[in-house]
């Protein structure tokens, strides 16, 4: 099983809504990822967790709040969104944080904020 | 300011011939490369890598160049078939064990039959 799972595919959320996105790989990978991604751009680095534990927040704002509860899974949770945050939210894993492992991205959660 | 460009937003090819996408870095720094590709509606899928201390890594129909001096990578892809019609990112990491990679821009590959 080499797959990462994302949900929900698409969330529409108000800017005073809180929601979450979830993540979920089960190859025992012990490093966990979320990015960005807008239209026509590149994927962009939000967080990096290592053995469940932050490593890299890449200043992003505290509206985007991740959590690694187990191995398993990555959580971002959401809170007083801006329109410009609506993007393609990426969710990866790698076997260890080290650049030689492939990182196994998810489809993604397309979010849209109102 | 853009550390890692491909500066070629599309590239058509037909069906048999050589693809070949190019891809320029800034920080002399970075010393591990990949190739990644994506389809619609999923996320990237990891094609190949190279590390700064070689210039050249096959795999398959799939080989990437590296030119330090010019700090310019690419991806060769011979034979083109028309299922490797995606985008494909080239990404820089920078330091072994942070994991971060950053992505170019990317190039939409169209190969026709």
């Known amino acids: 099983d080499t797959e990462v799972t994302q949900t929900p595919k698409h969330l529409v959320m108000g800017m005073t809504n809180k929601k979450s996105l979830k993540c979920e790989q089960h190859m025992g990978h012990r490093a966990m990822y979320w990015y960005k991604q807008k239209a026509k751009k590149p994927p962009e680095l939000m967080f990096v967790?290592?053995?469940?534990?932050?490593?890299i927040n890449e200043s992003v704002p505290s509206r985007f709040s991740p959590e690694c509860p187990n191995s398993s899974l990555l959580n971002l949770h959401l809170h007083a969104l801006q329109p410009e945050d609506s993007a393609l939210y990426l969710c990866a894993s790698s076997q260890h944080r080290d650049r030689s492992y492939e990182q196994y991205f998810g489809p993604g959660t397309r979010l849209t904020v109102t | 300011d853009q550390q890692v460009k491909q500066n070629s937003p599309s590239l058509s090819v037909q069906e048999g011939r050589i693809s070949i996408l190019n891809c320029d870095y800034t920080?002399?720094?970075?010393?591990?490369f990949l190739w990644y590709k994506k389809y619609p509606a999923e996320g990237p899928t990891f094609l190949i890598s190279i590390s700064s201390i070689k210039d050249k890594n096959e795999d398959g129909r799939f080989t990437v160049f590296l030119n330090k001096s010019a700090k310019h990578l690419s991806l060769h892809i011979v034979p083109s078939q028309p299922g490797d019609s995606a985008v494909y990112f080239c990404a820089v990491s920078g330091s072994s064990n942070t994991g971060k990679l950053i992505f170019g821009q990317g190039t939409t590959l169209q190969v026709k039959p």
């Open positions: 967790y290592s053995y469940e534990k932050l490593s």
């Open positions: 920080n002399s720094m970075f010393d591990y």
